[in-house]
């Protein structure tokens, strides 16, 4: 009997697209946690799930892990080692007790492919037959009574979609399910004496585990085999020659041949096959004018959805957080804690949240392409067009929407399979001008571009429109450059299935968006706190006795100024004579030569929390000496140069700092979900490099050519 | 033998095949480019239909027992077939 006050741990594992997730999401429900494996960026989902035995009533607590979709336990990429290193390797900390083996019914012959790996593997378990509306909706007929006993374990028929055959299929899962006694195919005729060996050595109770192991002998470094171990298991193959190559594809075709019998037992397929309902939308839907149309119309809603639709429940969310930290801040004693919660903290916990309609619109779009299928067709359009520049047919959605946003777009990346690929989209999202850009270079042209007209075309809009090129063509250029200097470690194939088009399910969607802005605000959140909390320190705390006296010095002013003034005036001195203000002055020799000043590089310290952040700190900065009622545009506008008595704000200035905002990644929250999403800060540190780097040289160029 | 590279004279790589036509899968010029095919179903004897390609001439769709693969040009051209009439 199972002890049903221990956890059952269970597996679900099965090719990518024939309903694992939701499958996973009918077992679990809410209970959902996701992580990222150690060592990779492959996302591990667990979930737990208590089932009640329908005689005695017993409650059975089940931990289920959703593994990655794979077609079979030989891993090609670090998605497909995942499942091949917890189901290989007994001591594996999250070694199942219990595999269940998701099955196509409409592609039997492959699914047991992967199924018989994992019963041969001898770890209990159970054939989840899926898509039986669609097998009897194409006229193939299957015996599941014979299927189960020519491979020797259970096997449900389900339909995930419509939730039919899933209460039978929790109940075989707690009733005690055995180890499979018979091997679907026998690998012990192949190197027998070799098998033999590693199977005592390491104790395995299967000789397909053992040829498993003696496939992948010399990468073994994520198993739980102690480094004698690895060694004495090395000494085997002594005398034996080996080629595993050889090996796994004898092995695969032989299995298949034991395959194929079982298939002609218990499986009939009909004789004539339909044009299916997939073939026909094709036609249209990847058609060589039609297909980009299409495709075309379906960006320009992703991209409209979030980039205004999603401005509504944003402005929402800002306008009744900052009435909040306005309430936080009155209840509060004032004072440094006072500061440091409302600046800080809940800045920074403001900073995180507006992200989320944008997250989670885009998300549902991305959701809905690829449970329908049309994802998939994305690829087969703009795969060889994206090539071209090192990147994949997947990279288009996560590159336009890094328009609106970099960090959504950052996050959609996963539906990039080859790793590679995905790097350089993520390196170069950030040169696609977001929203965040959007306040900083209307400003600035506002004060350097007049509103002059060539024809019917507005000049500042033009500049405008140019400065979102600039930024496209940088992207592309960029990721030419960076994928000829990324080495990929092993060779990886384009090759993925086309799956049959099919209707969403509106809570795979859901589970998907909640699962998203659950990572976001988690994973990302704590960066994002933690940077700001710094840049709250820098620019409200500041070194010596100059900062302690700013109160004084404003108390000395001429009593004619009102209250408002003196505030300005107060905030305008305590950040020149903060850390950050100090930074500026720092900073002002290395940016002199692009034409900016020390306030400027005020800026540049502040709005590294986002890029908007410059025109606030502009405002403050300039509140200064605020005689007449001016707006910080009109006060940039009349500064003058010291030296040269022109105005402080040049075209060549302008143009240098648009540039530099057009290219430098002034953004902790996109940092921060690289950082998530690469698994280790090597990728965002490189990028913030390249682009800091970037942004200088150009500003530097066009500076010294423009003055 | 699927290895083998002295291949018949009627085989002829997959790339070059047309829009339509069918062909059965005789063997595999790269060792691992063939195991991947093999974790997909697609087995030396398994006949393969041309579905289409795309618009800029790569990627091809192609049909294999009953579902549709989507392979580069560069990887068809590991894939040796015998064109069936």
């Known amino acids: 009997m199972l002890n049903s006050n221990k956890k059952i741990k269970v597996a679900l594992i099965g090719n990518p697209n024939i309903g694992k997730s939701t499958l996973f999401n009918l077992l679990t429900g809410l209970h959902q946690k996701i992580a990222n494996f150690p060592g990779v960026t492959v996302e591990k989902k667990t979930g737990s799930s208590t089932i009640f035995n329908s005689a005695t009533g017993d409650a059975n607590y089940l931990e289920i892990i959703d593994l990655p979709g794979t077609y079979s336990l030989y891993p090609n990429s670090p998605d497909e080692r995942i499942p091949f290193e917890i189901l290989c390797d007994p001591n594996n900390e999250d070694h199942p007790d219990i595999v269940v083996i998701l099955a196509d019914g409409t592609n039997l012959k492959r699914s047991l492919f992967l199924a018989s790996q994992v019963i041969d593997l001898k770890i209990p378990s159970l054939l989840a037959l899926n898509m039986m509306d669609l097998v009897q909706a194409q006229g193939i007929k299957i015996n599941a009574d014979e299927l189960e006993r020519r491979i020797g374990i259970r096997v449900c028929p389900i339909i995930a979609r419509k939730c039919i055959g899933i209460e039978e299929l929790k109940q075989a899962l707690i009733n005690d399910l055995p ?180 997250i989670a619109m885009l998300f549902m779009f991305i959701a809905v392409l690829e449970d329908t299928g049309y994802m998939a067709r994305v690829s087969f359009l703009m795969d060889k067009l994206m090539r071209n520049f090192g990147l994949n047919g997947r990279s288009v959605i996560p590159l336009m929407s890094g328009v609106a946003c970099a960090v959504p777009a950052i996050m959609s990346t996963r539906t990039i399979s080859s790793w590679k690929e995905r790097i350089v989209t993520i390196l170069v999202i950030p040169l696609m001008s977001c929203s965040a850009r959007l306040p900083v270079f209307t400003l600035l042209i506002s004060l350097i571009i007049p509103t002059n007209y060539i024809g019917v075309f507005n000049l500042q809009g033009l500049v405008l429109m140019s400065l979102y090129l600039i930024g496209f063509l940088a992207a592309l250029l960029a990721s030419i450059v960076i994928s000829g200097l990324i080495k990929s470690k092993h060779k990886s194939y384009f090759i993925m299935e086309i799956p049959v088009y099919r209707m969403p399910r509106w809570s ?55 209250d408002a003034q003196k505030r300005l005036h107060l905030e305008s001195l305590k950040l020149e004579y903060s850390y950050a203000g100090h930074l500026g002055h720092l900073l002002e020799p290395i940016i002199k030569p692009l034409g900016f000043d020390w306030k400027i590089g005020i800026a540049l310290v502040t709005s590294f929390a986002a890029r908007e952040v410059f025109v606030g700190t502009m405002t403050t900065i300039y509140g200064v000496g605020s005689d007449k009622n001016l707006t910080v545009k009109e006060k940039m506008r009349i500064e003058k140069d010291v030296l040269t008595g022109k105005p402080r704000y040049s075209v060549a200035v302008g143009w240098s700092l648009m540039l530099f905002y057009a290219f430098a990644m002034q953004c902790m929250s996109t940092l921060a979900v690289v950082r998530r999403e690469t698994g280790s800060w090597k990728w965002p540190v490189i990028q913030f490099l390249y682009l800091s780097g970037l942004a200088y040289f150009t500003s530097l160029i066009v500076y010294q050519i423009l003055k | 033998m699927i290895l083998n590279k002295e291949m018949a004279n009627s085989s002829k790589k997959l790339s070059l095949l047309k829009k339509g036509e069918k062909c059965i899968v005789d063997s595999y010029i790269d060792e691992n480019m063939q195991q991947k095919m093999l974790d997909m179903g697609c087995l030396p004897g398994e006949v393969i239909t041309i579905d289409r390609f795309a618009p800029l001439g790569c990627p091809i769709a192609i049909s294999v027992g009953g579902t549709v693969l989507c392979i580069r040009k560069d990887e068809a051209e590991n894939i040796l077939v015998n064109v069936i009439d």
């Open chain 1, 179 to 358: 180890v499979p006694t018979t091997y679907v195919y026998d690998t012990t005729l192949i190197k027998p004496t070799l098998l033999a060996g590693i199977c005592k050595e390491l104790n395995l109770k299967s000789n397909y585990a053992a040829l498993q192991i003696a496939n992948h002998i010399n990468s073994l470094e994520h198993f739980q085999i102690s480094k004698e171990q690895q060694a004495t298991l090395k000494n085997l193959f002594f005398g034996i020659e080996y080629d595993e190559n050889k090996i796994q594809s004898f092995e695969s075709l032989e299995r298949y041949k034991s395959i194929q019998q079982i298939i002609e037992s218990c499986v009939r397929l009909p004789h004539e096959k339909k044009v299916s309902f997939s073939t026909r939308i094709d036609k249209l839907l990847v058609h060589r004018i039609w297909g980009y149309a299409i495709f075309i119309c379906i960006l320009f809603v992703i991209f409209q959805s979030i980039f205004s639709l999603a401005e509504f429940p944003m402005n929402f969310i800002d306008e009744t957080f900052t009435g909040f930290i306005n309430i936080v801040r009155d209840f509060l004693p004032s004072g440094v804690l006072n500061d440091l919660i409302v600046k800080g903290v809940l800045a920074g916990i403001g900073g995180i949240i507006i992200f989320v309609p944008q």
């Open chain 1, 508 to 562: 795979n969607i859901l589970y998907s968006i909640l699962d998203k802005v659950k990572i976001f605000l988690l994973d990302a959140g704590k960066i994002i706190i933690a940077i700001s909390i710094v840049l709250w320190f820098l620019s409200s705390r500041g070194p010596g006795e100059k900062f302690e006296k700013v109160n004084q010095e404003i108390s000395q002013l001429s009593p004619d100024k009102t």
